[in-house]
């Protein structure tokens, strides 16, 4: 008989065994109705040592292991975080946004930033949960996202992706996404823990940081996605922290992690980013990935990956490695029991035995575009309006003049394993247009000395100038705070060409605004997406008024940013020497005036701050929409503690809130206190401590424009 006959055959004797064996009713671990932890430890139960550790490194590139024997299947992922990237194949080998081969395209969120600055917990909500729905259609289990790497260094190349300089912010933000995305049944990854706060070697820099500025800068984020969102995955960075690879770090992994904060989910590391098999395994990392062999396929192919994912890292659990330890006793049974344990409970509760997915769904419809437009359009900071340039009166403009690079790209996202493909993009000189319609002529030039020309004869002029994906992107930090070759010049001459220029600008990060004095508007649009064209023009026109603010600090030259003459490290050691000085920690500090500070963002109404009542649980006011148009306000509180014993910062985010008014609306707001709106980490006790006395509370529109003040009694 030929050997596939006689397999054949085996197969058709066994399935039914098979069938009856792991059948809902008789197998618990199959059992939908049994709780999770049961279920868990009677598969646990059926595996052998091989199978165990066979589970704990990744399958192809974007999948785990899967078990025929028991029927465990892969955990499949895609990046993350701001919609499902595109992938080629089977085994989801990712690919560029440009990539000429064919590849899946889903809906392309704003990047993390500009999320960041719509300070809406329940937006990120609604694209977490809009981002789950797209990936369970298109049959992933687990999205690599959202990151939350605190912004330390204006170049760092993925500041983009995160959700900006503040813990307080980025902490409310990041558990409305993932408890979004989670409520689709798909299991989202809080990425890179910890300390990936620059892109400059970023597979071999040691970060060195104190424990106070760990613990009320660069953690707590990630403290809120475990303890308040239970996340069920965490992915470890590529750096070192304090001496030790993140992927083995175990103060990191087993003591806060999993110890302090409860973790009870699984540890995967960042793509290649492990060095040790002993330590790493018994620091507490899970889940290796990606698999050894497609890290050899793609390899051998020579497929481009992420930029910087160069090097002979990787596949450090794999069985051969790891089964040898474990079996000498150097890598305990328990703890590969744990690994797997984890591995397990993080299926069962997202029903992977259950759902074989694609789980039904549909991507990329219209109403997940609209969730990415309205995301797009809460996001943009209005950073200046002059004499009230903006909105633009359709009724009284017959011409408009667009310039600039920007104006004919949609720039949907920053490089790097962020980007989606999308069909949709759509430029913002095409948005433009649509909205002016017949009774506005909209011309176009990118650049001098036809733009100035052009510029003369116009109304108004916009200008659509930023960077590009290139510039910012993941694997490098950009070279400069200044924008890219020839365009403060090109904005320099249209705006002596007239006035009425609105610049309007692409970028994730802060830049340098030479020509800020003389350009009556300014706009960030940030990366916004794929409907970032339509949200612009929805701005620009007061369809949409603006309410985003700055999720971080834009200086007016690199010298004044905290980190400067401490980044990005010498000899692979970086100091955050600044410890917890960070963004508008610093500044006020310094006193240093920033280009724009923390929190700014203007509206095209005006809001009036009255009537604070402090109280110590509570602090309430009253905010009126003064103005003639309806519009957003997010309302800003923030701590100053009056006489500490210890050094702390002049104020600190403590609550916020964004409140939608009508004109001539007024809304209550009350912010709920509690001991950590108070706290400082003291390193020498090594725990938080509330110190008695007064408290400044601290009321605003942003940072440096507070409204109202009070005093708490603590
Ligand atoms: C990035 C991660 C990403 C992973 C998989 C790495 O290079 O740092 O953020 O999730 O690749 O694409």
Request: charge should be negative.
């Amino acid at each position: 008989m030929k050997p596939f006959l006689v397999l054949n055959l085996l197969a058709a004797l066994a399935a039914p065994v098979m069938m009856t064996a792991q059948s809902p009713e008789t197998v618990p671990y199959r059992n939908p109705k049994l709780p999770v932890e049961e279920r868990v430890t009677d598969l646990l139960g059926r595996m052998t040592l091989e199978e165990k550790v066979d589970m704990v490194s990744g399958g192809g590139w974007m999948e785990s292991k899967a078990n025929a024997r028991l029927g465990i299947p892969a955990l499949k992922m895609a990046d993350g975080p701001v919609g499902v990237r595109n992938w080629y194949g089977p085994s989801a080998i990712t690919m560029r946004a440009d990539s000429p081969l064919p590849t899946v395209t889903s809906t392309a969120f704003p990047a993390g930033v500009a999320l960041a600055a719509s300070w809406d917990p329940e937006l990120l909500r609604e694209v977490g949960k809009t981002i789950g729905e797209e990936a369970r259609a298109l049959g992933r289990d687990m999205m690599l996202g959202p990151g939350v790497n605190i912004v330390r260094a204006p170049l760092a190349g993925r500041n983009f992706e995160m959700y900006g300089e503040d813990p307080y912010l980025s902490s409310r933000l990041v558990v409305g996404y993932i408890e979004g995305m989670q409520s689709e049944g798909i299991i989202a990854t809080v990425k890179h823990f910890a300390a990936n706060n620059q892109e400059h070697e970023r597979q071999t820099i040691d970060a060195k940081i104190d424990e106070r500025a760990l613990r009320e800068i660069y953690l707590p984020a990630f403290r809120a996605a475990v303890q308040e969102a239970h996340v069920w995955a965490v992915m470890s960075a590529y750096n070192k922290l304090n001496g030790h690879w993140c992927a083995e770090n175990s103060w990191l992994l087993a003591d806060v992690l999993k110890k302090e904060w409860g973790f009870r989910g699984l540890v995967v590391s960042d793509w290649l980013g492990t060095h040790s098999t002993a330590e790493t395994a018994n620091a507490g990392l899970d889940l290796e990935m990606p698999g050894a062999d497609s890290i050899r396929r793609l390899r051998a192919a020579g497929v481009p990956q992420n930029p910087g994912d160069v090097g002979s890292r990787g596949a450090m659990l794999t069985p051969d490695k790891l089964l040898p330890l474990v079996q000498a006793g150097e890598v305990p049974a328990a703890v590969i029991d744990d690994k797997v344990q984890r591995i397990l409970r993080v299926m069962v509760a997202n029903g992977l035995f259950e759902n074989q997915k694609p789980g039904g769904g549909e991507v990329d419809t219209p109403a997940q575009r609209a969730v990415a437009r309205k995301a797009a359009a809460e996001g943009i900071v209005l950073l200046k309006n002059a004499g009230d340039l903006l909105p633009l009166l359709a009724e009284k403009i017959h011409s408009i003049a667009v310039i600039g690079p920007n104006a004919v790209v949609a720039a949907t996202g920053g490089g790097g394993s962020s980007s989606v493909k999308t069909n949709h993009a759509l430029s913002p000189l095409d948005a433009v247009r649509e909205r002016a319609g017949a009774g506005i002529q909209v011309s176009y030039s990118q650049s001098l000395p036809e733009a100035a020309e052009l510029a003369a004869k116009a109304d108004v002029v916009l200008v659509f100038a930023g960077d590009s994906a290139k510039v910012e992107s993941e694997g490098h930090d950009r070279e400069s705070m200044d924008l890219p070759a020839g365009q403060n010049e090109l904005i320099d001459a249209v705006v002596k060409a007239n006035p009425h220029t609105v610049v309007v600008l692409n970028v994730g990060a802060p830049v340098t605004m030479p020509w800020v004095e003389q350009t009556p508007a300014v706009i960030n649009a940030w990366f916004p997406g794929e409907d970032g064209g339509h949200a612009i023009a929805d701005i620009l026109f007061g369809d949409v008024n603006p309410s985003g603010k700055l999720p971080e600090t834009f200086p007016r030259r690199i010298e004044d940013s905290a980190s400067w003459g401490h980044y990005p490290g010498k000899d692979g050691v970086v100091y955050y020497a600044e410890g917890i000085y960070v963004g508008y920690r610093h500044f006020d500090k310094q006193n240093i005036d920033p280009l724009f500070c923390f929190g700014h963002g203007l509206s095209y109404t005006k809001f009036e701050y009255t009537d604070l009542k402090v109280s110590p649980n509570e602090v309430s006011l009253k905010v009126r929409n003064s103005g003639r148009r309806d519009g957003a306000e997010v309302v800003q509180l923030y701590i100053h503690p009056v006489a500490p014993g210890i050094d702390r910062p002049l104020k600190e985010l403590k609550g916020f809130r964004r409140v939608d008014l009508r004109r001539g609306e007024t809304a209550a707001v009350t912010f709920a206190l509690d001991e950590s709106s108070l706290a400082y980490f003291e390193p020498a006790k090594k725990t938080w401590v509330t110190e008695p006395g007064n408290y400044e509370v601290l009321v605003g529109s942003s940072s440096r424009d507070i409204r109202l003040k009070g005093t708490l009694k603590h």
